[in-house]
């Protein structure tokens, strides 16, 4: 083991126990392959209505879940499995099924007999959530855990004569008041309040276990579930499976990008045996999603590239369990303290006009003359070999290769600008040192990471600490982010400070892929560094087969009415997503963040639907963060660090938070969504469309 994982250098799964589930075997016993990573989703049917569950489970088996979990809230809910369990079973379905339990020890031991794993979240299995924050002294603390201990026990014994899985779920948003007290809202806490009911299990020698660490940020998350491998292998030497996922992820593409991010960054470091992708979408919606992140580890990609090896990382120059940005100097508007750029990649487009810009954020008016840029506007674009002939918004620069830069610096003014003072060339490592003619203010400068092995390091010291290079890292390795993040580490170590572009192709495999299956290359790729404090910017590009392909799946994508990325051109795909990304990682906020809980048996109100209406009032304010959730007895505590919250809290009734403190209770939800816009207007969060 490498500080948290098998290697940092290359993609090896963590060797985990193996877990049964019914018949379904999970984990990596043998430390290599293991099992598959297994895929699962949750049902969002009233667990009473055996009829909808059943149903609904079947569309999730037939998507290809392999898992099924309920919610069990009562003891009602938990019989009632017995009767979905049977007509599953009678409809030729065996897929294992997941009671899923919060506050409820009664029903947790009921479902224990009847399905084949429970879940339960160690944040409210025995203690009530009071928001205290108490002094607890050593001797408060251990009378806490023997009596998490008493009632805990009954339930793992029950388990046991069954052959019954568990999984121990913490979530960040619903950590117990003792944990809190303690630790804080930290990844720490997250991994100590699932630590205490692993303890339990080991002593009861029952080992049937999976644990996650779920929380709505990505950057807790990763921590979190890094933290736990290491405590797990530090206390027992051995680690127990993991089961991967980002709670209130949101839907659409935002949905998909966070939990790409935060999955798709741990499943890069070989942690994960199963993974739950949460949308606020129909549930068997979630497995595609699933199977696009995880197949990336069946294909060559996961594979060690033996002609082209990376590395070995001897002494590790950063902290992987704590965020920080790697300390750069500026160049221009990229580096030191300013918000990641995004640079839009518009080579492919043959001629690029004006009106095209709109797709990477700016509008142009011909009445006033005037650009508008959106919140979500490229800083630069790369053309290749274009000159534009048409005046460029103040803002927008443009990259292009050394000899056009050379062409555009002589280039009559445009529109009154003048067209070289807004070019920047774009050189190979090689290509710069070795050329005669550079800019004197920005050069950008690629460097192939490993693609020659340890020759990638030749040129970086005649680089390094050069006022006005801003290093371009790609790889085409087979461990391409393990390879972007390994020189990283070497910049690190040598004390080179320039700022980095992380450039990310999407491959084209030989195959058409889908705008998904893209969009999680990049969130993939790109998360895995910007959550370590890697990147002054990102470029996301695609070779140009993957292009054309994508042209013609996006036809297929439009056609099936998916909203968000209808009508979409590829640029304004890659754009968009580009800002999802910053925004998932929280390294540049340019949108409105929805923290949508994914529904389930509790749900109060149709969440899809509201999510939609809520979304469509509040989309342009840049910055805000509003939870909406489908039921009090979780909502509240799950909303994590939302400033809003929308929270089903009766039928058809909405209570309405500020932060976590209740403003508006059980306000009728015809106009429960008029509400929360006056609350946000009294709380100075609004600001009027456009
Ligand atoms: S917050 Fe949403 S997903 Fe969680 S228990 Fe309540 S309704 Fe279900």
């Known amino acids: 083991m490498q500080f948290y994982c098998e290697s940092l250098t290359e993609y090896k799964r963590l060797k985990t126990k193996e877990v049964k589930i019914g018949d379904l075997l999970l984990g990596n016993p043998d430390g290599y392959r293991g099992h598959p990573i297994r895929v699962q989703t949750m049902t969002t049917t009233d667990t009473m209505d055996t009829l909808a569950t059943v149903e609904q489970s ?34 030729g379905y065996y897929t294992p099924l997941v009671a899923d339990i919060h506050f409820t020890p009664n029903a947790a031991e009921i479902a224990a007999r009847i399905v084949e794993k429970v879940r339960v979240n160690p944040g409210n299995y025995v203690d009530k959530k009071k928001f205290e924050l108490i002094e607890y002294s050593d001797a408060d603390y251990a009378e806490e855990i023997d009596r998490i201990r008493e009632r805990f026990t009954p339930l793992i014994k029950i388990c046991k004569e069954y052959g019954t899985a568990m999984r121990i779920g913490t979530n960040h948003g619903s950590l117990s008041d003792r944990i809190m007290s303690r630790y804080g809202d930290t990844a720490m806490g997250m991994v100590e309040s699932a630590m205490e009911f692993l303890r339990i299990a080991r002593n009861e020698s029952y080992h049937n276990i999976v644990l996650s660490m779920k929380s709505s940020n990505p950057q807790v998350m990763v921590q979190a579930y890094r933290l736990l491998v290491k405590t797990m292998f530090d206390e027992f ?15 659409g593409e935002d949905g998909r990008i966070k939990s790409a991010v935060g999955i798709g960054t741990l499943l890069e470091d070989g942690l994960g045996d199963t993974i739950r992708v949460s949308l606020t979408e129909d549930p068997e919606l979630e497995i595609p999603v699933c199977k696009d992140l995880v197949k990336r580890y069946d294909s060559q990609q996961s594979t060690v590239d033996s002609s082209r090896p990376i590395p070995a990382i001897d002494k590790l120059s950063y902290d992987p369990f704590r965020y920080q940005r790697r300390e750069t100097f500026e160049v221009d508007n990229i580096g ?95 290509g710069y040192v070795e050329s005669a003619i550079k800019s004197d203010q920005t050069n950008f400068v690629m460097i192939d990471c490993f693609n020659d092995g340890a020759d990638s390091f030749t040129y970086l010291d005649q680089l390094a600490n050069d006022l006005t290079v801003v290093l371009c890292l790609s790889s085409t390795n087979n461990n391409a982010m393990q390879s972007v993040r390994r020189m990283y580490v070497e910049l690190i170590n040598r004390g080179i400070k320039n700022p980095v572009i992380n450039i990310t192709d999407s491959p084209d495999n030989n195959r058409e892929q889908t705008a998904d299956e893209h969009l999680i290359h990049f969130a993939t790729e790109n998360g895995g560094l910007l959550l370590e404090g890697f990147g002054d910017g990102i470029c996301l590009g695609m070779t140009s087969k993957s292009y054309s392909l994508l042209a013609s799946s996006y036809k297929q994508l439009n056609a099936t009415g998916r909203n968000y990325s ?6 304004q795909f890659i754009n968009s997503t580009s800002f999802g990304i910053l925004q998932a990682t929280r390294t540049r906020i340019s949108k409105t963040e929805y923290i949508s809980c994914p529904s389930c048996g509790r749900t109060l109100f149709d969440l899809q639907e509201t999510t939609a209406k809520i979304r469509s009032r509040t989309n342009h304010l840049k910055g805000v963060k509003i939870a909406i959730m489908g039921c009090i007895v979780n909502g509240p505590g799950e909303m994590a660090d939302a400033d809003f919250g ?23 939800s015809e106009v429960a969504v008029d509400e929360l816009i006056n609350l946000l207007k009294e709380s100075e969060a609004w600001l009027e469309p456009g």
């Open 237 to 251: 030497a051995e680690c127990y499976p993991l089961h991967l996922g980002v709670t209130e992820a949101g839907d």
């Open 336 to 430: 030191a303290k300013h918000v990641p750029v995004v640079i839009a990649d518009l080579s492919k487009i043959e001629k690029i006009s004006a009106t095209q810009l709109e797709s990477v954020g700016y509008t142009y008016d011909e009445a006033t003359d005037k650009w508008n840029i959106s919140d979500a506007a490229a800083d630069y674009i790369f053309t290749g070999n274009q000159i534009l002939d048409f005046a460029l918004p103040g803002t927008l620069k443009v990259i292009v290769y050394p000899e056009t830069w050379q062409k555009a610096a002589k280039a009559s003014p445009v529109g009154g600008g003048l067209v070289g003072a807004k070019y920047f060339p774009i050189y190979q490592d090689s």
């Open 58 to 91: 079947i569309r999730c088996i037939e998507a290809g879940a392999e898992l099924v979990r309920i919610t069990a809230p009562s003891k009602n809910d938990a019989g009632n499995l017995l009767y979905i369990k049977s007509e599953l079973r009678k409809r």
């Open 566 to 571: 209808n009508n979409l051109t590829i640029e």
């Open 646 to 668: 929308y929270v089903g809290s009766g039928t058809g009734k909405i209570t309405l938070y500020r932060g976590k403190e209740i403003v508006k209770r059980n306000v009728n």
